[in-house]
């Protein structure tokens, strides 16, 4: 295959500044690539192209990734518009080649959001997601300090429920596809996880005021439900989680004198 | 030289308890006072930063990932190991710990791996209490499964996703100690180099990614948690940036290498499509629990799979070969690993191999979808048929699956005592980074048991037997220890970046890669191993003058961190090669050609090779020393692994 690439390049992070984020400014480069196999990954195909702007003395364009087995959720960059690209269910390090053909023109960018600004090229920093896990995201429990594990059944179908929230890889391609960049599907998986469990239930009220707030505090926007967060999960996160967490949050704000 | 391993005295199964009433223990006012330095925020890694935070150090704690919670560790599948004995047949810290040291083939420390076996229940409670949703029973108990061949059901799991959810449970415990203001995070931060003061390890010098500035790190103690070296072969498992330069240069620092050679090959993976490939996918182990391996009988009818001339469907069953079934009839189809995947390339070298390139062979579920149904292998195996299907576009309901083996997970590491101290004192080494418990083979589901043992159960005991004898004064980053360090990596970037030569970084890789794959693989012998030592310090030298990396130091580089990292395999690879030569016997994952049964199957020699090889750096281009650290066997007795 042959392909046309327009790609995002942009050497000068963005920054943030009294809460608005100020571009580092970029544009879009038009790149040919020819010799595309369809068994290639996504993500080869750009390793490929990078071989040949080195070779050329041109600097490789720079984009997350690690495990490219869809688990790690480094890779991140919208494919013609879409957060991981056209096929459902499947991070931008799993789609291959297949998906695409002979003569078609990609786009590629980066996430585009707020709370995630640009760091060079594809990558964009992701910190906000670690202070928002920082502020609650967690059961208090130290090391060593605890129950046999078979103590406290757990029904299935709750522990598998709670699986399903468990499995969120953090890529941030939920804030990518929302049109107010909301967090809210990354922060109820977490605080749906944690709150059906008999051992998250005691911090629950704290951990979903705490987190919420520190979403707000990074700059995500409202939720208005319109459920592109969810069709564009990799992993297939629910939007049940997002009104799980608002019956928290509602309850947690009724009866808490915190925050 | 000899090497103190510091095994306590006493029956196996009191050591650890009295190790721990013996060792010296820091004031819990003045465990504030000290500073530890975590690299690495995989399972040992976290769950060790996390644990020190929580009983009062300091701890920095750094990954070069943007975030703590994609360490490696996350990749993991199937899942982790524990003597809980829920299923109530027969398991027991004994058994697990019998199974360990046999299935490493007798190269691993008793008393390493008794206390492992011993630790493993703690570990399991400890994740629940997290919030682990672990897969569970209708009667909402815990449920287990039978791993890696293993004769009992020992193994915990979270559907295919284990390694994600314990790491998770790790990177919170972690972010909880972020928020105490005990942790500081350094993502997106690579070490380049120890720095050790009066013989003690003082701190680190490091690279951040995104800037590119060089900066020093002081602490009384520091751990390395930086995973496996798989990634010298290019192709792997691993995640992309799994690198083993944090322990080289700690091993260039004076914390020796261990069993280098010792490389796990898993035989179950996704087979090589093309030139471009940048990694290898695992397909779960349990896959041969249903799945029949084979290949076709005659060379012919492989030409013509290769070809696809013919489809595998095609084969009539008296033209098929299940070797593996036809070789082991007592285990068959679940040979331990390093069994399967030599017989996969012993009948791809016959040239009856599938797939264009010849190197691949059939997993079948044809059978089992005929006994037990299409709905009922769909409920056990779907996600991952998804997943071949995602990466191959061919559906394994229809058409056999084409797999082969590929390098998934290093034994060797660096050389630690019981404490998990390595040679240089105050220098730590966890997880996959170092050599200690799984000997010349690792058995399934126990890499994540083993790194989460020694970060929440072993290294918080033992660090504080050393840290009790340090003053608590801190050490100044402006000594001149740390700004020789500085100069040092700076003048190793400054070089790699004024070569400008002609070739990539990832050609050197990818060149390495095959030479260790060819000599130093799945089998070697003295006269292979021989030209590939010649062939690397051929490519290190052409590395050092012909390397293209472009750009500058001070900004993020790409090509840069790779071509660091690429240069510290090259330096390994060597070594492993000194050690696969040195190793005159096979054993677990090391097959020398020259050293088998008649049946082919792997010889050990204990009157000569019962010893953990730990290499001790002497100097830039010198032959490394060898030191032996001789293993005593009181509890188990060592006989030949059978599988007929
Ligand atoms: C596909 C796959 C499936 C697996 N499945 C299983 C399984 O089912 N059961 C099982 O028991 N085991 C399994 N394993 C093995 C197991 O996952 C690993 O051995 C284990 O997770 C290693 O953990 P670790 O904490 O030692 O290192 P890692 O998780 O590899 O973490 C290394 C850390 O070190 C950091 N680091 C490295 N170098 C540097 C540096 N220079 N500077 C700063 N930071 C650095 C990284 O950023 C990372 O945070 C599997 C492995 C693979 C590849
Ligand atoms: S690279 Fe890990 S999810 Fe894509």
Redesign the pocket.
Known sequence: MKLTLKVWRQSKPDKVENGKLISGGGKMETYQVSDVSKDMSFLEMLDVLNEDLLRSGKEPIVFDHD?R?GICGMCSMYINGQPHGPQQGTTTCQLHMRSFKDGDTIYIEPWRAKAFPVIKDLMVDRSAFDRIMQAGGYVSVNTGVTVDANEIPIAKSTADKAFDAATCIGCGACVAACKNASAMLFVSAKVSQLSMLPQGKTERKTRVENMVAQMDAEGFGACTNTGACSAECPKGISMEYIARMNREYYGAKLTSNNV | MKLESKIPDGPLAEKWERHKFNIKLVNPANKRKYDVIV?????????AAASLAELGYNVKS????DS?R????????????AAKNYQNDGDSVFRLFYDTVKGGDYRSREANVHRLAQVSVNIIDQCVAQGVPFAREYGGLLDNRS?GGAQVSR?F?ARGQ??QQL?LGAYSALSRQVANGKVKL?PR????DLVTIDGKARGII?RNLVTGQIESHSAHAVL?????Y?NVFFL????M???????W?AHKKGAHFANPCYVQI?PTCIPVSGDYQSKL??M??SLRNDGRVWVPKKIEDAEKIRKGEMKPESIKEEDRDYYLERKYPSFGNLVPRDVASRNAKYVCDEGRGVAPTGLAVFLDFRDAIKRDGEDLIRAKYGNLFQMYEKITDDNPYETPMKIYPAI??TMGGLWVDYNLMTSVPGLYA????NFSDHGAN?L????????LA??YFVVPYTIGDYIATLPTDKVPTDHPAFKEAEANVKANIDKLLSINGDKTVDDFHKELGKIMWDYCGMSRNAEGLKIAKEKVQKLRKEFWSNVKVLGGSEELNITLEKAC?VSDFIELGELMIDDALMREESCGGHFREEYQTDEGEAKRDDDNFSFVAAWKYVGEEAQEELIKEDLIFENVKLTQRSYK
Do not use: K, W
């Not at chain 2, 994609?70 to 190991?81: D, E, L, P």
């Open positions: 495990c087995e | 690299v690495g925020t995989g399972l040992a890694g976290a769950s750094f990954c070069f990932q703590p994609r360490a490696h560790s996350i990749a993991a599948q199937g899942g982790i190991n791993f193994t799991y284990t390694g790491l350094y931060t690579e070490m380049l490091t390395l948690c930086t995973g496996g798989g792997s498992t691993n995640a940036g799994s690198n083993v330069t944090a322990a240069r898993h996918t695992l779960s182990e998934h997970y966890l997880g996959e980074a690792r399934g589901a126990s890499a994540l048991m083993q790194g020694d970060g990292r």
